[in-house]
Structure formats: C-alpha cells, structure tokens
C-alpha cells in the first residue's frame, strides 16, 4: 500500500496548485458537521488518535508533572525533547519549538523555548470541526493534567510566555519557502546567456544606426530632387519606412496593371555577420528557454538524469511552492517571448540586416497593403464596431495590416539587378531608377503583328528574356515537414502549445495528449488539404515542353522556358501551349476547357492582313491562343487571299509568365486577400468576455479558497485554458474538412475550403443560361425566310428543304463549323445549324450539299468569325455551278436589322422576333447579297464592314434552348432555403425572360417589365412583355404587393439598359427588382455580380468561358466543369447541373451549423469546468478524482466534438440560413440558456444535498482528512454530487448541440454519437446506481475502504481499495438517493433538451422570428 501511494506521489505530485494549501481552506457561507438537515446540532463524532503540538515552556520546571522529563543516569534531556548521552550542536538545532526557524528567523520570544515530553496521540469524544483547534487543546490539555489553559498556556507566534503564561503550544505556522540563492549554476548560465543575447542587440542596434547614417543621407538629398526611396527601420518601430519607393509598375502593355501595386513600397537590406549572428542567436535562446520549461517539468516529476533522479522539486530545493512559482515565471517569459517573436516575424529579420536603397541591397522587402475581402451579413452594431476599431488600430501599431515579403535580388548574365515578387520579375531600371515589371508592346495593328512573322533575333531574345524572366510559373510546394511547421507557427497553435505544456507539467499530461492528438489530428487536415490544392495548383500552373521557334531566321527546337514576347512559334497538333499567343497563319482548334471550364473545343482562325487592330477581348479573341489550352489540331494554310501563307501553323508571343491569362488566375490565386468572415469579426468581442469571466471566476476562487498566489495563478492557467478550450480550432476546422470530403464525393472539388463558410450564407445566386439552366446545345426549331421582293415574312416551317436556296446556302456556310477526324468542333449554335443543313465538309472548306439537294457544291472564300462585340459573323462562298460570289451575314436580329437595307426589313420583323424570342426561341437573323466581283483573290482585299454593306434581310433562324432535366428543380429547392436566383445572360431579353419562366426563377403570374435602350446615352424604354404596352412609369407596378409583402412585377433588362442603370446610378433602388438581366458581356456580368455582393452574400454559377470574370469575383464561385478541379472558381462540379448548387449549400450549411455546434460544445464545457466546478472544488476544498478527470476530457468532450461532425446535411434546404454570428440571438440563447440551467442545477443539487439526513453531519472538512492526500480529495459526498452532475451535463452538451434538422441530418440519424452518447449515459448511471462496484471503486465513486463496505454489507470487494480519506471511510450514497439524483440529473438534461428543442430551433424562435424579425436582407424569392 505504501509503494502504491509513493508511485501516485511520483506519478502526479501535487494535483493543480489550488490543493496544495487545502489545509487553510474553510467554507466561508457555513459551518461543516454543525446542524443537522433539521436544525439540529450534529451528534459529534468521536475522533481518534489526534497528534498533540509540543508543549513549550522556558524552564523544564514549568512542564506538567506528567510531561516532566526523567532521563537515565547518564544522560541529559536535550532540546530535541529525548534523552542522549550529550547534547550536540545538532541535536539541539532539532529543537521542536523553535518552529525549523534559526538566526534571524527565530523570534527572540522563542529563543530560550524548551520542550517538554511529548504528549500521546489522544481520543476528542465530540470533536466540533468548525473549532478543531480549541478541541484538540482541551483534549490535549487534559492528557496533560493542565487545568486551566486559558490563562497558564499561549500560542506560539500568538502568546509568548510571560506574566501568568508559563507554556505554550508549538502550533507553528507553516515554514517559510526555502528561496534561491540566485548563485545557482543555472541562474548563472540563464544571466550569461540572455544577458550575452541582450548586450549583442544592443551593439547591433548602435552599430545599424551609425552605419545607416549614409542612407539616410542619401534618402534626404533623393528627396531634394523629389526621388522616393525606401523607409528606415528602428528597433522600437519595426517595419515603419520613413520614406517610400514606389512599385506601380513600369506598364509596357495592357495587363501590366496587373502587376502594379499602388501604395506598397520598397525597401533595400544587405546582410551582416554581426546581425545574423544576432538572429540565430534569438532563436537559440527562444529554445533555450523552452528547453528550460522542460527541464523544470522533468524536476518536477523527479525524472532528471544523474544524481538527482527521483528526487522531487531538486532544484527548488525540494519546495513544491517554489516549484510551483518558477515554473509559472518561465512559463510566462516562454510564452511572452514566443508571442513577441510572433507578432515581430514579418520584421525580425530585416531588422538585423542593414537598411540599404533598394538598388544596393541583397534583398528588397515588398510592403503591400492587405485589403480584406468582407463577407458579411449585416453591419456590424455599435459593440462589433468599437472592438473593430480597437482591433484596426492594434493592428496598425503591430504593422499587421500588410504583408511583408523579402525576396533576394538576383542578377542577369548581363549585370542587370532583378528580384522576383508573386511570381513576377521586377527589374531594376537605371533610367527610372525604379523596379518594374517589364511587359513588351508588340503593337494592335494586324499587318504590323503579321509583319513580325519572321520572329526574334538571339540578341534581342536574349534581351527580352533577361527582362521579362523564365516563361514558367514556378509554384513552390513545401515539403511535409515545412508544410507542418508552417501551419504551426500561428497564433492559436502557440497559445495551444504554451497552455497545453502547463497540462503537461501539472501532472496532467494524460488530457493535454489527448488535445494534443485531436490537434495534431485536425492540423494534419489542414496541411493536407492545402497541399494537395498546392499540388493540384502546381500541375496546373507549371508546364515546359520543347517547341519550334523562329530565331535568326532559322527554327530550332528550344524549351518553352526560353519564349519571350515577340518570339514566332510553331503549333503543332497535341501541343500545350504556355503563354498567351495570337495566331498568325494556320487553323487551330483548341481545347481550352483547363481555363474556362467549358468542354467544347474552340476554332481559331489566324489574323487577317488588313488595316484592322487586334483585340484579345474583342474579334481578335477567335484569334488567340491562350497559356493552359490543349492545341487539339493545327493546320497550315498553303493558301489564303486574306491571312499569312505558311507550311506551318504560326504563332506570336505576346504574353509570358505571369502576364499571361493563365499566369494572372494563378497569380490571384497563390496570393488571395484575406478573407474576413462575420464569425471572424466577432469572435474577437468573446475572447474578449471569456478572458473577463475567467478573471470573474478567478476573483470568486480566490475569495471562497483564500489560499496562495500561486494557486491562483495557476487556476487562472487552467479556467483560460478551459473557457478559450485549445480545442477550438480544431473543432471548426473538423466541419469545414468533412463538408469539403463531402463535397467531393458528390463531384464538387474546393480549392479554397475558407469558402465552404462563405457559401453556407449565400442569399443571392446569379446563374448563366445557356449550358447552366439550360442544355449544352441549342436545338434546331425551324426557320422563317423573307419574301424578298414583297418584304414580308413568309410560313414558319421547321423542315429546311421547304425554305427557297440562299436560306438553304446561308444554312450551310455561314458557320464556323470544323471537321477534327470526324467530330464537329465548333460553337454548339452553329453546329446544330451544320447539322439541320445535312451537308458535309471536304478538305475543310469545301461544302457538299446532301443528296437530292438543288444547293451545288460550296467552296468558302473568306470567313469573318463571329465576334460578341459586332454581335454577327459572316461568310463569302462562291457557288462552284456558276462561279457567283455570295456574301451571308448572320447575327442577333438587332443587328441584323440595322446593317440591312430597310426596304428588305418587313414591317413585323421586331414583333414576329420578340414573338419567337418570347416562346423561348433563340432568334438569328440572315443577311444576304451577291457580290458582282468573281475573282476571289479581290475578296481578301475587301474589309468586312464594306462586305456585309448593303445586304438584304434573308430570314430568321431560330433555335431553341431546352431546360435541363432538373433545372426547375434545383430553382425551386433553392428558393425553399431563401436564396433569392437571378439570371445573368449573354442571350436575348425575350429568351431569357422565357427561361426564367420556365425553370421559376419567375414566379407564375408575374408581370415582367423589360427594360432597354439602344445606348447607354439614350433613356430607358419599359415596355411590359405581355402586353407589348410601353410602361411610363414603373413605380406603380412595384408598388403593387401581393401576398409575400413584395412587388407582383418583376423587372428585366438588357445590356445597354444595365449600363444605363449604372451610370444614373438607378441601379442601387432597382437591383433587387431586377430578375433578368440579358444580352450581358463579361464585363457587365462582373458588374451585375459586385452590386449584389454589396447587398449580400453572392454565389455566382456558370459554365466557365465568359462567365470565369465573374466566377472569380463572387463571395462564392462554382464552375460547372467537366474537370476535377478548375482555377476558374473556388468551386468546380463535374455534375453539370444546377443541382451542383442544391448540394453546395446543403453541405456547406452543414458544415457551418456543425462548425458552429462544436464550438457551442465546447463553450458550454468551458463554462462548467471553470465556472460551478471549479467553485465548488475551491468551496468544500474537494477535487473530482483523477479518473474521472480523464473520462471527462479524454472521451466525453474530445469524443463527442468528433462524433458531432459527423452529422450529415438535411435533405432539403431551410427557409433560413444557419447563423453566423456568434454574438447573435440564437448562439446567445443557446449557449446562455444551456449554461444557466446548468449553473441552477448544479447549485440547486446543493441545496438537495444539505437536506440529505445521511449527508448532514458527514460533510467534508479539512480538520478530518488529510490534506496531503491529494488524490483522495474526492473522498466525499460533495465531489460525489457534482462528479455526477457534471458528468451528465459534460455528456448532455455534446447531445443538445446535435439538433438542428434544418441543416444537418435529424439527431436520431448521427450513429456515430448516439452510440458515444449511449454508452457514456449508460457508464456514468451504472456508476450512480449500482452498488459499490469494480467501475465505481475505479473513480472512487459510490465506493469506501474495503472494510467499510463489508460493514454496511455490500460484501467484501475483490479488488484494491486505498483507504478512504474521511471518516466515514465511504461516499456511497443510499439507494434511493442515487435514484433521486438519477432522475434529477436526468430532469437537468431534460431541460436543456427542452430549452434546445422548443425555443431554439421550435416554435418560440420562429414566433419570435415573426414578431422580433432581425434587420437582414428582404428579397423576393
């Protein structure tokens, strides 16, 4: 039994520091053991074998008859209080009633004490424990025959012996704390080298200002002559530039400003010995000093190495108090230090270079602003703000509002100085005395871009290549190990090692391994995840191949490392090109669905020698080769009366690098702006109020405790550790990675999982039409010619043969239609016009017509590919029967009508169009003429404006678009969970009003008013699409409410109408009104996706291509893509389907909600461990028992936060959204209602606990126990109570957050926690209502000494128990007390299930959502 509590004394030691003085402890609200549960004074107990204090006095003479002292004849009565042979030195400094005090310690009233005989251990019949002193003197006294002790006998350090006091007794107070010497080896050595570290800083500090003297010089004459150089830097005011150079980029091209960055700034270092010895040096000591924490753990487990192995405390000279109060001095410095050297990181090392202009320096540090991108709700209240600003400033002071990059500057083979930033090459220019990116202006004109066909020079490449860099986008994957470390060096991870390292030497580490899995656990998901998207990123972004390229006017084979702007490239089928390039001679078809999203390979057609200017944004985009596609086939053309004539398939550089549209998204997304969400912004205010409840509780601990300094602080260690769990971040990182595992399951792939929290908020989704709400391809509907000489439309017919020939010829030309080994590449428009034509190509542009057609064979002269900005194409074909030239225009029917001769425009045309276009046809328009020339060579000299003049109107071609078999589906799902759906489109008004219609994203029986304008100078025209009525004014219509409280009209506009809007600046009154917005470009539709951003959270969903701009700007972007993963958006579905969307939101709401779940959960255990527990604990001076310690955070709180993330989605969507604002209503309510029915019921178990007959009378107090017995502080019916209690409330809060069937599967459907949760229900009743057993005696529960037990016949056990440490010898409480205390506990539990069920998430939130509605966004749905 001995060895067995020696073993738990080097196991554990002392408990947390709050035992330690136990014995001091008293309740301060009542007396222990005096009234029984009826008033009653107790029946005392009788105490046996109470050790008696020495009985003092100054002469042996004074000492009671029966205390006199009679020693042998020889020997001597020494101060020891025994008999020797002779009193030495040493023996008589063991003298009992000096107290262990000597010297000066020793008060001079104590000098000449004596003892006399000590006095056996004695019985106190009726022993009061609230005057445990005063009894124990009496009985003690009477042993010793002394009648009267009120006056003849004093206290040490109270009475001392004079006047009537003859004796004393040596109650000595407890003996001061042994203290250092501060002369000890390793005092000496922690001087040495922190006062070495210190007085090295302090010469680096002198000697950087002396030596920047010269910079600063050189900064104030720049300044003279108005030159911005970089700023200084001082040890007091890190990172601050006083002056700065700026990089905005010396722009040669158009997308230099990609590369600009206005307001950063630049600064030049060089390093030096002194001040990087310096920097290893503070690393050092930081270990050191972490060393040092650990050695101090080891001395306190007794396990250091050599002679003082298994000796506790040794180096505090075996003083646990000292211990204690040294650890928690190297535990502050260790963590003040890791903290400053956190918040210094960015600037640390720069510091300890030399400051230098940048043109001189080794490295250049890139200070650029961090703008953070705002995801939020709703505005911040009047609290949110003033902790904003608080948190904005100190931000500012610690120079945490930007980012500090330092990059090593390189030079050129050349001698030029570079340094590469985000990928990019800035180069140092002599002449602007500035670094900039440089970019290379090969001209807009065609015949000048077609005149550089005969490519570079290897002077001038070499030249180009020096500035511009590697055409390669090096993405740097760190290994797992630096992937990990760099994880683990943010804040949280710091503030978890330093909380969880005093677990760890609290004896306490069995729970502080526990957290430590669980957060290497999560940590690891977290490194994972973002190295696969790295990894992912960097096969995306990196490719190198060899290619032909034209140089010195030879070609070589090279790397496409080496391409440089202005190089002539050769393209070749199956080849990936790397920069962006424009064709020059030659046919390409490209697949470009690695970019955009969008599978349908893309014909591309070479420039055409004219006096046109190329455009990649505009017609010159059919001529642009983008870095990342896939050449799918490449054909030189021999041949050609308007482009370059080649035996090969050429191509000129334009953009390399990063300057490239590829290297641009790649760019964007290596180096993103922060993201700040609402729970971001928010969980600032609860650090805030946690920090202050746990000074609260600390305040009432040390009240209720009156114990130690270092007690205290220790309780505040562990109430902070408890309150601001380490745990947190784990547990909301957990929901975020399972939805994203999800997510991937159903074909959604994340390369941004920050998003997941994002698009669990999303109340606006703009969505594309074709190939979003609609099917890939448009289908063939029919056609309806013009009579050409009467002008008016004739029958509709959808069978081609039945129209006259030139429909038919126009039918089968005027497309830009490819053969690629027999499969039709092309716009999915034109080739299901290819295909209702029924003819076939030969030798690529050569057409036959289908047999039994009148059409002979068609040889296509010259093409004009369509182009979004003239909104048309156009085509010259030459009738091989006759020879005759034909020119066919095709194009939107607006634009069709303004370049055609007004008198072949019928009278109808805009009505019969909109008609069409009103029934969901997609409407083109044919244009014909017949060109007099018949020398095709002529034709190429002719520009496409003078051939598409003066043609007339042939017919209108109209396609239908078909709804996806889900469309209206998914539309109405979405709408069910309050995401209000607008449709962003390219197509006509008419059509997407049509399909708006159709799918429901317009309610039925909408009146729709459309808006539109010829230019955005012009007014807007409202007509109402029904009716055809023009609508004056459109404010009575949307004042018009109908049932919902929202206007019964509904608006659409087109592009120029939108524009319109933007610049009268009606736009910001009727954005929410409009549901369609149409004929948009690119650009509108990144406008149209902003707007709504600023109203709420956006989600944008198209199928890539024109729709990547505003994938990338939305909060929230998915990319229906046939891929696995695309750099186009954060989200990517293979599932080309709105349901991608359905299944978005569902998962990332419920990776929300559980997000949020967790963190409830471990709030709430936060409030009972440092709130009534550990009240209590200080209260009755008791402690829960080891075990039960480790039941508690090793499997309630770590399993059940791990079993809650594994609740699926609901099924269907929610009318709400899941909160997001810890702060809100909801999270309040949840979490302070569960938290003070746990508080009531925890102090009302109390109450029914002191009107317990067998608990009266039996409480626990210190005067009866052992207080050194730390481990056996749980020996009682007090911990007894709240052990229960506790436990059953630590399991109930990882149940309550469970519900929630709005967003996450229902409670009854997460197996996992339901059998977490049954067995810890089913443990801890077993505990409470069975007899003494093996799993109670375990917890020292419901248990007592061995013999006891058998005395209250329960048997005698079977297995060990350690005498109990009270005297009653047990805590077993009666049967029907522990079924009372079942049910109660159960009633707890109850309550809060209650509280969750009815008034969080039942009918009291929803008649308050309805009577107290919170101010967010009100849309039509």
Not at 134 to 160: F, H, M
Not at 250 to 266: G, V
Not at 595 to 620: C, F, H, M, Q
Not at 1066 to 1089: Q, T
Request: include cysteine; charge should be neutral; proline fraction near 4%.
């Amino acid at each position: 039994m001995a060895s067995s509590v020696i073993m738990r004394i080097l196991y554990r030691a002392t408990v947390i520091a709050q035992l330690v003085a136990l014995a001091a402890a008293f309740q301060v609200w009542h007396d222990v053991n005096r009234y029984d549960a009826h008033g009653n004074e107790c029946v005392y107990r009788e105490k046996k074998d109470v050790v008696c204090s020495q009985l003092c006095v100054t002469k042996l003479d004074d000492c009671p008859a029966s205390l006199q002292p009679d020693c042998p004849a020889g020997q001597s009565f020494c101060a020891d209080g025994a008999c020797h042979d002779k009193c030495t030195e040493d023996i008589q400094a063991k003298n009992p009633c000096h107290c262990s005090r000597a010297g000066n310690k020793l008060p001079a009233e104590a000098h000449d004490l004596v003892p006399c005989l000590s006095i056996p251990n004695v019985t106190i019949q009726q022993f009061h424990p609230w005057k445990s002193e005063n009894d124990i003197r009496s009985a003690c006294g009477r042993e010793a025959n002394i009648t009267d002790q009120s006056t003849t006998v004093g206290v040490w350090g109270k009475t001392w012996i004079g006047g009537s006091v003859s004796a004393l007794w040596a109650e000595c107070p407890r003996a001061p704390a042994p203290n250092y010497t501060y002369g000890e080896s390793y005092w000496i050595a922690t001087y040495a080298v922190n006062g070495a570290l210190a007085v090295l800083i302090l010469v680096w500090s002198l000697y950087k200002g002396a030596a920047e003297q010269h910079v600063r010089a050189a900064m104030a004459k720049s300044a003279a002559i108005g030159e911005k150089l970089a700023g200084t830097e001082s040890m007091s005011d890190i990172g601050k530039a006083v002056e700065s150079k700026s990089l905005n980029g010396m722009s040669l091209a158009d997308n230099a400003s990609e590369h600009a960055m206005p307001n950063s700034r630049l600064s030049g270092y060089r390093d030096h010995l002194l001040g990087t010895a310096c920097v290893w040096s503070i690393a050092g000591v930081a270990m050191l000093w972490i060393c040092f924490l650990g050695v101090w753990t080891a001395d306190y487990y007794g396990s250091l190495p050599g002679k003082y192995h298994g000796t506790l405390y040794s180096l505090a000279y075996e003083s646990d108090f000292l211990e204690l109060a040294t650890f928690l001095i190297i535990w502050g410095i260790t963590f003040i230090m890791l903290i400053v050297l956190y918040v210094l990181k960015p600037h640390l090392r720069n510091y300890f270079r030399l400051l230098m202009l940048p043109s001189e320096g080794q490295y250049v540090c890139v200070v650029r602003p961090l703008h953070e991108v705002k995801a939020t709700e709703e505005k911040p209240n009047v609290l949110q703000r003033y902790v904003n600003a608080l948190t904005d400033r100190l931000t500012i002071l610690l120079c945490r509002d930007k980012e500090y990059t330092t990059c090593l500057v390189e030079t050129t083979t050349e001698g030029r100085i570079f340094f590469t930033y985000q990928c990019t090459r800035y180069v140092y220019s002599d002449k602007t005395q500035q670094y900039a990116p440089y970019e290379f202006d090969l001209g807009t004109a065609h015949r000048g871009l077609i005149g550089q066909a005969d490519g570079l020079s290897s002077a001038d490449a070499a030249y180009r290549l020096e500035l511009t860099g590697p055409n390669f986008i090096q993405v740097r994957v760190p290994g797992l190990f630096e992937a990990a470390a760099r994880e683990l060096v943010s804040f949280f991870y710091i503030y978890q090692f330093i909380f969880l390292w005093a677990f760890y030497f609290y004896a306490y580490y069995q729970v502080g391994l526990v957290d430590t899995g669980v957060i290497i656990i999560s940590a690891s998901i977290k490194v994972m995840l973002r190295l696969q998207s790295e990894r992912r990123l960097k096969h995306m972004a990196e490719h190198e191949e060899m290619v032909a390229v034209r140089r010195d006017g030879k070609w070589v084979e090279m790397s496409t490392r080496n391409l440089v702007p202005g190089d002539v490239i050769e393209i070749v089928t199956g080849a990936h090109i790397s920069c962006d390039c424009v064709l020059i001679s030659g046919m390409a078809i490209m697949n470009e669905s690695s970019l955009t999203g969008e599978p349908t390979p893309v014909s591309k057609r070479p420039l055409r020698i004219d006096d046109g200017n190329y455009s990649p944004t505009g017609a010159g985009k059919m001529s642009t080769l983008f870095a990342g596609t896939v050449v799918s086939q490449a054909q030189a053309v021999l041949q050609s009366t308007d482009s370059l004539e080649s035996d090969r398939v050429l191509a000129l550089v334009r953009f390399t690098g990063t300057s490239s549209d590829k290297g641009q998204l790649v760019r964007r997304i290596l180096f993103p702006n922060p993201i700040s969400f609402i729970f971001n912004e928010q969980m600032r205010i609860v650090v805030c109020i946690l920090v202050l409840y746990s000074v609260f509780v600390m305040v009432m601990a040390t009240y209720m405790y009156k114990g130690d300094s270092v007690a205290v602080a220790f309780y505040g260690i562990f109430a902070i550790a408890q309150l601001l769990s380490p745990l947190l971040p784990a547990a909301l990182v957990i929901g975020q990675s399972i939805a994203a595992t999800r997510l991937r399951k159903k074909q959604i792939y994340c390369v941004d999982p920050q998003r997941i929290m994002t698009a669990g908020k999303v109340q606006i989704l703009a969505t594309d039409k074709t190939g979003t709400l609609t099917k890939e391809g448009l289908e063939f509907y029919g056609v309806q010619q013009v009579l050409g000489q009467q002008a008016r439309f004739g029958e509709f017919t959808s069978e081609l043969k039945r129209s006259d020939e030139l429909m038919q010829m126009g039918m089968a030309s005027c497309h830009a239609v490819k053969d690629l080994n027999g499969q039709l590449i092309g716009n999915p428009v034109d080739i299901e016009q290819w295909v209702a034509s029924g003819c076939a190509l030969e030798q690529g542009e050569t057409i036959v017509p289908p047999k039994g057609s009148a059409l002979g064979t068609l040889r296509v002269v010259r093409r004009f590919e369509f182009v979004h900005a003239r909104a048309s194409m156009s085509v010259v074909v030459q009738d091989e029967r006759s020879g005759q030239l034909h020119v066919f225009v095709k194009g939107s029917f607006e634009r069709l009508k303004a370049i055609s001769n007004a008198s072949s425009v019928p009278g109808d045309y805009d009505t019969v169009c909109a008609d069409l276009a009103r029934e969901g046809g997609y409407v083109l328009a044919f244009a014909h003429k017949a060109l007099a020339a018949s020398d095709p060579a002529d034709v190429g000299r002719v520009a496409q404006d003078q051939l598409e003049s003066g043609c007339d109107l042939a017919g209108l071609l109209v396609f239908k678009n078909m709804l996806k078999h889900d469309t209206a589906e998914a539309i109405a799902e979405l709408k069910r969970g309050s995401t209000r759906v607008v449709e962003v489109t390219g197509d006509t008004s008419l059509t997407g009003i049509y399909i708006a219609r159709q799918c429901g994203i317009i309610p039925p029986d909408s009146r729709v008013l459309l808006g539109e304008c010829a230019s955005p100078a012009e007014e807007i025209q409202w007509v109402d699409v029904d009716t055809r009525e023009a609508v004056a004014d459109i404010q009575p219509y949307l004042s018009q409410l109908g049932p919902d409280g929202f206007p019964t009209a509904e608006l659409a506009v087109g592009g120029c109408a939108f524009e319109r809007l933007c610049t009268t600046g009606e736009v910001a009154s009727l954005l929410l009104h409009i549901r369609v917005f149409a004929r948009m470009k690119p650009s509108d539709k990144v406008r149209c996706v902003q707007l709504h951003m600023e109203r709420g959270t956006t989600a944008m969903c198209g199928d890539g291509g024109n729709d990547s701009p505003a994938l990338r700007a939305a909060h929230v972007g998915i990319a229906l893509s046939s891929g696995e993963a695309s750099i186009v958006a954060p989200f990517s579905s293979a599932n080309r389907s709105m349901m991608a969307c359905v299944e978005l939101l569902r998962q990332s709401r419920a990776g929300l909600a559980t997000s949020f779940a967790n963190f409830t959960a471990l709030i709430c255990y936060g409030q009972i461990m440092s709130g009534m527990l550990k009240m209590a604990t200080f209260y009755f001076a008791i402690s829960l028992t080891e075990n039960l310690w480790m039941l508690i955070d090793g499997a309630v709180a770590t399993g059940l936060m791990l079993t809650i993330s594994l609740s699926g989605p609901a099924k269907r969507l929610a009318p709400h959204r899941p909160t997001s604002r810890i702060l809100g209503p909801q999270m309040l309510a949840s979490v302070g209602g569960v938290v003070l029915m746990n508080w009531l019921f925890s102090a009302l178990s109390y109450v029914w606990l002191f009107r317990q007959d067998w608990f009266r009378c039996n409480e626990h107090s210190t005067a009866e126990s052992d207080a050194t017995k730390w481990w056996l502080q749980g020996d009682n019916y007090e911990a007894s109570i709240m052990s229960f209690v506790c436990a059953f409330q630590f399991i109930n809060n990882g149940f309550v957050v469970n519900y929630g069937y709005l967003y996450r599967a229902r409670w009854y459907r997460n197996y996992a926690l339901l059998v977490v949760w049954g067995f810890l229900m089913a443990f801890v009743s077993y505990m409470l209502l069975a007899d003494p057993s093996r799993v109670g005696c375990a917890f020292r529960l419901n248990c007592g000494t061995a013999e006891v037990l058998e005395s209250l016949g329960y048997g005698k056990p079977t297995w060990n128990i350690e005498p109990y440490n009270n005297p009653l010898g047990h805590n077993v409480i009666p049967k029907a007390s522990r079924y009372e205390l079942w049910g109660y506990c159960l009633g707890n539990m109850l309550a809060a299930n209650l509280w969750q069920v009815v008034v969080i998430n039942g009918p009291v939130r929803n008649w308050l959502r309805k009577k107290m509605p919170l101010s967010r966004l009100k849309v039509k749905l």
